[in-house]
């Protein structure tokens, strides 16, 4: 057996990763349609609403792309070669910041 053989587990590492994003996706799907039906329940501006809108929708998009992903994943760790996750890394990010867009003018409004 070699070295190689001995640490590879056959897909957990893929598997954890699949569980992260998951994670991250629903957090945002659910907190943003929780947040925008709070701002539309309080009359808040449109802006707050988009932005927690807009992260609803980059985290189902990010949900939707798990199996793909995962599959991508697998292929790159088997394969030995690098991952490139930019384009979902995007829309963790732009859900990430359209929330805290989002809580700014909450916050500004809000008093």
Do not use: K
Not at 78 to 103: M, Q, R
Request: charged share 15%.
């Amino acid at each position: 057996m070699t070295t190689e053989e001995e640490i590879w587990d056959n897909g957990l590492q893929s598997e954890r990763t699949r569980l992260a994003w998951v994670r991250t996706a629903v957090a945002l799907s659910s907190g943003g349609l929780a947040a925008a039906g709070l701002s539309v329940r309080h009359g808040l501006p449109a802006l707050a609403i988009v932005g927690f809108a807009l992260a609803a929708l980059c985290g189902g998009v990010l949900l939707t792309r798990t199996r793909l992903r995962f599959r991508r994943v697998q292929a790159a760790l088997h394969a030995g070669t690098p991952l490139n996750a930019g384009f979902d890394a995007f829309f963790a990010w732009l859900g990430t910041l359209s929330v805290v867009a989002g809580a700014f003018v909450f916050v500004l409004t809000v008093r």
